[in-house]
Each structure stands twice: as structure tokens, then as C-alpha cells.
């Protein structure tokens, strides 16, 4: 397993959860590829770093913030910590609502991963620093034990990760980010991810980085009523490194996006990747609905990212790479009328009985590429078909990339779509 807050040539950190089980922050170097990256000063002009932040033009994040900022709502982020004083996170964490037995050094990140998720969620940009999708949010931050604090003594003392997420699910935070991984599914994990789904919470996890080498089944991604989202880069297309099977549900963007260095804060680094990126970008985007629509159930907000994900494939046939597409929240704020369907009814139910696999219908090289290719049912991977089947989107067009295969571009340029489906 490969892990860490890491860049196309950063350093690369792996954890370790409790008794000795596997646990990673999901963002990933690209091993030989990697090229040493730069840190850029947070005082320095705003547009060194938010220049970097391609998803937010990608995504329309000015025109959703005129609808909604998430504002009202609480994110936990479960992590390595969250530093509160970094100036795009002052004012945007609400340290004192964690419960004190699981509050272990809650706000003092080690590795600087944690603290680049919440900004990338609810950061305010101050002083240049990082833009969150949802401005809006607050943060409830939690740390659990990994394996870098055992050579300070720490790890033994850091809260379990079924004691966090049950402390959550008793909280008024609404959504739990979870941008980390195991490669095993422990039933005292799924247990209080149960008791945390009856409690009404929303859970989001990336779903790990290791495609190009194992590709392991990444937990808690693959747990039922757990959101499993896959790493797309600015043109739409999953990452390679990105994990695959039919645990994972949307695709949002994991590519060469600005995240902390490190622990000491002084400057950000422009190329990070991973599906911890994706995991907060998709708890921000479920975040502005729910803010927009306080009423809705977390069903709802997921059955609405769901119907609106950017797709050219049947919606009942999801994507081994892209689960049910592209997230698209501003499809949802932009409808005033939107229906999110019942309260009560998982959109995730067919996966949830269907069970877990890694499989793929094709070579993970596949996926990654504009070249058409075939899957075993006959069905095209590439997205070279018709778009009868995709989501409403009056800025859907057909283009072709050079001279390779014609993919499906969302919005105004801003992802293309590479389509494997799960089902074959």
C-alpha cells in the first residue's frame, strides 16, 4: 500500500492502524514518474496557490457559492489532526465539540494531511491559502492513531476509529471525510459505521491508491453505507493509481492539487495526488446541498450527486473506475425544483447487497486511456457511444482528443469521461 500526503516526487508517508493493521492517508507519489515539487508560500500572492486550484473554475465554484457555501453544516474530518491556525482554517474549526475521550491531539497535525483536507473542504483562502469548495463548513476535527506516531509513543493513545465515528454519529456533524485507507475489513469498524448510517450521518471515503500495483480492496471505502470515491485529473479521467471495483461510487478531482508539505506549515506544494483530495472535494460538494437543502436526508444528498454525476453510461450500469460518474453538485443547486427522491431509500443498495469486489472488466490501463477498447459483454469502455443515457447537461458536447478516441466532455471543457462499466 502506498500512502502519505504526498506528490508526483514529495516524500511518501504509510501508516499503520491499530494492532498492526494497514492504514494510509490516500494520496500517492507515482513511484519512478515522480518529479520533486516546489513549495509555495502561503503569504505570497493569493493566485500562486488558488491559481493551482483547477476544480474550483472546473467545477463553477463561484456561481455555486451565489446558491449556497454550506453554511449550517459540520464536517468531521478523520485524519492525522487538524491545525486550526493556519490562515485559511481560523475561525473554521470547532475544536472544543469533540467529545474529550476521543479528542486526543485533535488539532495538532503531525503530517499536515489532515489540514489540507479541511482547507480543501472549508477553507477561507486568507492570506492566499487554500479556497474550500465550501467556505461555509465547519470542521470538527479528529486524529486516530497511525503507525508514524509510534516512534513518538503516541499511537497507543490516539482513539480507535470505531470509537471516533460513534462519537460522530452522536454529534450534529452531518457528513464524516474519511480520506484514509485499510486493506481489511474489521467488524468492529463496519459495526459503528452501521450505528453511524442509522444516526443519519453521510460517510465519504477515497477509495485507495495502489491500482497500479495490487490494487487492494480499500476499507472504509468498501464498507455498505460508506461512499467510495475514485481520483479523476483535470480532463476527467481516473487516476491510475486510483483503485477500482464495484465499491467505488463517484469520481471527483485527485489530481495536481495544492495541499500542505508537510508538518511545519510553511508552504504548499502544487501537484498532490491522491483519492484523499477527491474524498474532501466530495464531502464539500455534499456539503452545499445539504446546506441548500437542510431538510434533505443523506440519502437525498447522495441520491442527488448520484443522478447528477457527469456519465455517458446507463445509470443502473455504473463505471468500475468512475462508480456513477463525475460529481457535479452545481446540477443540483442551479434546480431550485430539484427531487432527491424518498427519504428513507439508500441509492447505494444495490452495491450494499451485491457485496465487494476488485474486479475490473479490463486492464486498469484501460480506464485511463482516450483509446476505445472493448469489455468482455461488448460494451465499449471509451466513451465513443451515444449519449442517450448520460446526465442532463445542456453543456454536454462530443470532442475528440488528438488523435485518440472521442470522449464526453462536462460543462464548459471541464472533465472528459472515460467510461468502464462495473457490471461487465
Known sequence: ????????????????????????????????????SAGLAPSASAVDVQSQQWYLPAMKAEEMWKVSTGKGVKVAVVDTGVNPNTPSL???????????????????????????????????????????LAPGVKIVPYRIGMKDMEDKGEKAKAPSLPDVIRAIAESDVKIISMSFTEDIERPDVFAAIKYA??????????????????????????????????????????????????????AAPGLDMPTWCDETFRSYCDDSIGTSLATAVTSASAALIWSAHPDW?????????????????????????????LIRPRKVLENKNFNPGAADTDPLAKENAAGVTGDAPT????????QPSK???????????????????????????????????IGAGAFAVVRSRRGA
Open 1 to 36: 500500500m502506498v500512502a502519505g500526503i504526498s506528490r508526483r516526487g514529495g516524500r511518501s508517508t504509510s501508516f499503520a492502524g491499530r494492532n498492526g493493521k494497514r492504514v494510509s492517508a490516500v494520496c500517492s507519489t507515482l513511484g519512478a514518474l515522480a518529479i520533486l
Open 90 to 132: 481560523k475561525g473554521q474549526v470547532l475544536a472544543t465539540e469533540v467529545p474529550k475521550a476521543v479528542s486526543y491531539k485533535a488539532t495538532e497535525d503531525y503530517d499536515g494531511h489532515g489540514t489540507s483536507m479541511a482547507e480543501i473542504i472549508a477553507g477561507t483562502g486568507a492570506q492566499g491559502g487554500l479556497k474550500g
Open 197 to 250: 448510517q442509522s444516526k443519519g450521518k453521510l460517510m465519504v471515503a477515497g477509495t485507495g491508491n495502489d491500482a497500479a500495483r495490487d490494487n487492494f480492496i480499500g476499507y472504509p471505502a468498501a464498507y455498505p453505507y460508506v461512499v467510495g470515491v475514485a481520483a479523476s485529473d483535470e480532463s476527467g479521467k481516473v487516476g491510475k493509481f486510483s483503485e477500482y471495483g464495484n465499491y467505488v461510487d463517484l
Open 297 to 325: 436526508t443523506a440519502n437525498q444528498v447522495l441520491a442527488s450527486l448520484i443522478d447528477t454525476a457527469g456519465r455517458d453510461w446507463a445509470k443502473d450500469d455504473p463505471s468500475t473506475y468512475l462508480g456513477y460518474g
Open 363 to 370: 486492464s486498469p490501463s484501460a480506464s485511463t486511456s482516450s
Open 375 to 409: 469489455n468482455p459483454s461488448g460494451g465499449r469502455t471509451s466513451a465513443a457511444g451515444s449519449t442517450s443515457d448520460s446526465s442532463d447537461d445542456n453543456a454536454t458536447m462530443w470532442v475528440t482528443l488528438g488523435a485518440a478516441a472521442a470522449v464526453l466532455v
